[in-house]
């Protein structure tokens, strides 16, 4: 039966859950010689130093590598929608959507990472301000919490610039928005509760929890939200743009 499933993938899709199996494979494997891919293959905050521009593209190929469900809601999501999809776009027109996704995923989750660390700075003193940035970063790494500024503001500032974002998550969100797109009426069966509901209701609600959630920043929340959101947003807007265009693709 999985082989059959596999067969009959199209072609994109097929790439496209490989290239995530192998590379989390890889990272386990990786991890047991004391080297996280994550750390490498993630993406940073274009103000960290740790930040490299080929990141933009493989963060959406890596996953979190402390579980399983991570890759598996993503991989399920990306069969189940985007085979539909590309059967209907072609496979040039779907990869080309999907990476714009991840892309618009990684641009808003930074834009709002911005946003946070201007407004975490903005409390310091400029004294303090280039205290942290010269070193705030190996004190906390070595468990020396100091107190010219509140422990909440540290961590916040560490967190943004040293912790990748990884995940198809970004362009998996933006196949939702291209599914209830164009299958808007299509039910579908939830889990929990079992019960079936329409594309379009199903991708406006769950839209609407992230939002939700995004702005609510719960303490200990480590889903990117606003990475979520921005796949769906720039997928939202290739879709209008590619429907005021119907006869010009590129």
């Known amino acids: ?28 494997l990786f991890l047991s010689w004391g080297t996280d891919l994550n750390k490498i293959l993630g993406a940073y905050y274009w103000g960290s130093d740790q930040f490299e521009p080929y990141q933009i593209i493989t963060h ?21 929608f985007g085979g539909q999809i590309e059967r209907v776009w072609g496979p040039k027109r779907f ?38 940035m010269r070193e705030g970063f190996d004190l906390i790494e070595e468990n ?36 209830a797109y164009l299958f808007p009426n299509t039910e579908l069966m939830l889990l929990f509760p079992p019960i079936p509901i329409k594309a379009k209701w199903f991708v406006l609600i769950y839209a609407g ?24 947003l720039f997928g939202l807007i290739m879709l209008l743009i590619w429907q005021r265009k119907r006869n010009k693709f590129y």
């Open 1 to 28: 039966m999985l082989q059959n499933l596999f067969r009959n993938m199209p072609p994109v899709v097929k790439n496209l859950l490989l290239i995530n199996v192998v590379l989390l494979l890889a990272n386990f």
């Open 60 to 80: 959406m190929f890596m996953h979190d590598n402390k579980g399983f469900m991570h890759i598996l809601f993503n991989m399920f999501a990306l069969v189940m």
């Open 95 to 132: 990869l080309i959507y999907y990476l714009i996704c991840g892309l618009g995923s990684y641009l808003l989750h930074n834009m709002v990472n911005a946003i946070e660390i201007h407004n975490l700075l903005a409390n310091l003193s400029a004294d303090q301000s280039e205290l942290f």
């Open 144 to 179: 020396k919490i100091y107190t010219h500024m509140p422990e909440s503001t540290q961590l916040g500032l560490y967190f943004a610039y040293n912790i990748p974002m990884v995940g198809a998550s970004g362009a998996i969100f933006g196949l939702l928005a291209a599914f």
């Open 209 to 232: 929890l992230e939002v939700y959630l995004g702005f609510k920043n719960s303490a200990g929340d480590s889903v990117a939200h606003f990475a979520h959101i921005g796949g769906a």
